[in-house]
């Protein structure tokens, strides 16, 4: 009997020293990630409810003035794809100043190696030319050479990756230039327009050609490709080699921050258009 209770109370105190132990490991792989949703859903339609004093929801609005017109950012309570609201978006044309107005989330922590689904619904009103329309970037700031300065243009201190209209009017594609790669080229499905369109953008972080890039419109694959979508240290020594400067990627590189919206309107006219549930996961 007392050589049973003995194994018997042995085995507990095992048993215990296990669960310890699994708790305490530090050894033990901490699975980060991070997933932030937002359907732009207010009380009182009013654009100030995007920004709560906690943090849970937006960071700030970005906005470019040209000089004669104020861009708008609003919510709206008669055109939305989910719950009752919708983020409503009037970027006018730009004249010297780039046109832009979006709304940001910082605070991000994407490097290489994670793999980041980003999606969100547009209603991009009107059936003129947007060639050039950018709708959503993730960028670094904090990677640029703080000894390099502004002089490069504010436009590009931000390295990134971006979505964008292209191949001659309304393909949205996969924009690399501040990250000094080609563009990620689609023109086989057109945007629709004056409905609601659901973007999927899904990445595998990576300084090199084996990041994949993948973009999803209304369920149509469109673009499944290989290639670099975070900013390269090499890359950017080469580049700025070539005009007698020296830049040092800073480290770690990062993309801090997303933002959805007319995050440029280069286009001739006039954008008005609407953006609903969206969402960002990094695993
Ligand atoms: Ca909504």
Redesign the pocket.
Known sequence: MKRHQFIFFAIIALMSLGCDKDENNPEEPIEESFFFED???TQNDLVDELFPSNGNRWSTIQQTNPTNATNEISISNTE???????LRILAYQSDSDLSKVDIEKNGLNIVSGDKVIIKADFFIVGTESIENLLLLDLECCSCWDPNVGDNYGSENQCPGVRLMMSGGNDYLSIERGKISGTTIQQTDFAFPRNQWVTVQWEMTMSDSENGLNRLIINETEVINQTGMNMPNAQVFADVFLNQGIDFTLQEPTFYERVQIGATANPTAGNMELFV??FSIKVE
Do not use: T
């Open positions: 359907g732009f859903e939305f794809n989910e719950g009752q609201n919708a609903d549930d």
